[in-house]
């Protein structure tokens, strides 16, 4: 699975992404720090080792002096004897400058640029990869005695690569990663919720609302929720209560009119009334059903499927339909069981009445961790353009399943909406050389 994919995982790359930036960042903006501490210790300690030493050597005999070069401690001075120079009596450097300011008038100091680099160490000789360099300066003494004076850039520390630096390093990252992980699923947790609920919302409106907590956003959030669900549930139950109403009003007059029909003296004339009054009335009880359907307050409760499917193709073979089962027994579902019974014997009933006859057999997904049940016939089938359309209501095709038949176009609807309220699925299969499958998936309990 991408990580890149989910929004989680977005949250948790950019959030170690940017401490890991910073992190880096804050480093870099420490070696020059370092590089800066660096540079304000030659301009101070060293300009008063300069000092120290050139007054020392001022206030020496000339033959001590050489001796005393050999034995004082260098500490990054070089000094030697200029003889041939020079001087313009002006610094050319800012250290140059300082060391003016230092020592005094007594003493002129000025910068020997041109022998800066021939004095300077191999190594430390790169100027594009230091920034301290080495400075050379001329400075007189009191008895007219020219020395040339190198000044060596503190050494630059080597980066601290150890064993113990890289595991305080992993230490670092692995607590970032940590910490980003822990932050982006705790940011994202509210948005699962809700996503999951909106998932479950389309399997089932009456579910309960959403606990409103968490920050103010995700609350007011659930709130919002929360009232779209009240009310996409109140416009069902009224949609449903008046299509309920409308259907079992009409079954009054209708009954009625049945009955003045029998009173009619022609034969032929009333029985093509009787029929068209029968189709009317099971458009109606199949629009009554269909109410249900889609506003079913029956309890759930868990079942053995094969016995529910047992006893349906019993009572199918019982009114005279060619109906056979073979599955295997233990597959237990949550569900609503008369809702259930209907949706079956739906389809059940259109393997028969267009097929002939009715295979019924059972079928375990581990994988998917799912129960399918399968419904074979032996008629002509259903052309693939057209097998997501028998779904939507009073849809009839132009072939044997027609008006004619008997259909009203709303059993295959009534068993979908029964399976999407138990999070199944109806999935149809033309077969070869002929029939259909219908596949109904339900969850495993």
Known sequence: ?????????????????GVTVTAGLTSWLALGEREKTLSQ??????????????????VLPTENRAQFLATA????????????????????TEYARAVSERLGKNFAVYS????????????????????????????????????????????????P??????????????????????????????????????????????????????????????RAFNAMQAQIRQHIAQRTHMLAAITHDLQTPLTRLRLRLEKVQDTDLKDRLIGDLSAMQMMIREGLD??????????????????????????????????????????????????????LTNLIDNAVKYGHFAEVSLEHSQQQHQVHVLVRDGGPGIPEEYQQQVFEPFFRLETSRSRDSGGTGLGMTIAQNIAQQHQGTLQLRNLSPQGLEVRLSLPLQ
């Not at 300066?137 to 980066?159: E, Q, S, W, Y």
Request: glycine share 6%; net charge positive; proline share 5%.
């Open 290 to 343: 269909l109410a249900r359907s889609m506003d079913s307050q029956e309890q759930r409760s868990v079942l053995d499927l094969h016995s529910l499917l047992d006893s349906v193709c019993t009572d199918a073979v019982d009114a005279g339909q060619d109906v056979r089962f073979s599955g295997q027994p233990g597959y237990i579902v949550l569900a609503r069981p008369q809702a259930l019974r209907r949706c």
């Open 161 to 222: 690569v150890r064993q113990d630096f890289i595991q305080y390093l992993m230490i670092l990252i692995i607590s970032i990663g940590i910490l980003a992980y822990l932050i982006a699923r705790m940011t994202m947790r509210p948005l699962q919720q809700m996503a999951a609920a909106a998932s479950a919302l389309g399997q089932d409106i009456n579910r309960p609302a959403l606990n409103e907590q968490g920050s103010s956003e995700i609350r007011q959030a659930t």
């Open 112 to 159: 020997l640029a041109e022998a800066a680099d021939e004095s300077c160490p191999h190594d430390l000789r790169d100027k594009q990869k230091r920034r301290l360099q080495c400075e050379a300066l001329g400075i007189t003494l009191n008895d007219g005695t020219t020395l040339k004076l190198v000044v060596m850039p503190p050494r630059t520390p080597p980066p």
């Open 73 to 92: 401690p260098r500490l990054g001075l070089q000094v030697t004897k200029l003889t041939n120079h020079s001087n313009t009596g002006l610094p050319r």
């Open 1 to 17: 699975m991408n990580i890149l994919a989910s929004m989680w995982g977005r949250v948790f790359a950019l959030l170690l992404l």
């Open 41 to 58: 210790f030659r301009e101070s300690h060293t300009i008063d080792r300069v000092e120290q030493l050139v007054r020392a050597l001022d």
